[in-house]
């Protein structure tokens, strides 16, 4: 089993930055393909962003697209997300999630076996 913590969200001003975490304990890291995802208040989970086991593939939502970053450091067991030029829609609730190496179709909620518990990001205008 694979527990994800995340950390890292608050309040922020449009135009601000935060870098969300996620802390993994239980499993060998780097088996894992990670993924953000996030959930506005009234609306569905949507996908962010993903990040290959070696760290060496990177994909993004085209709405976050040039304004994120993901990484990871699999010597620490940890997932990051930097989060730039930050816009009121970007308020959500966001999850960090881990998926089995292969086959992993990378924006779907489905491909993830493990999820954290999420972490609220807040923009205001």
């Known amino acids: 089993q694979v527990r994800l913590v995340e950390s890292g969200g608050g309040l922020v001003q449009a135009g601000g930055s935060l870098r969300l975490s996620c802390a993994a304990f239980g499993r060998t890291f780097s088996s894992f393909n990670m993924g953000w995802f996030r959930q506005a208040p009234g609306k569905e989970r949507e996908f962010v962003a993903a990040?290959?086991?070696?760290?060496?593939?990177?994909y993004y939502a085209e709405s976050v697209r040039g304004r994120s970053t993901i990484t990871r450091d699999n010597a620490a067991n940890m997932l990051y997300l930097q989060m730039n030029s930050l816009k009121p829609e970007d308020t959500a609730v966001y999850y960090c999630a881990a998926a089995p190496g292969d086959d992993t179709i990378y924006y779907k909620e489905r491909s993830y076996d493990y999820w954290g518990q999420g972490t609220q990001v807040t923009v205001s205008a």
């Open positions: 990040i290959s086991g070696s760290g060496g593939r990177t």
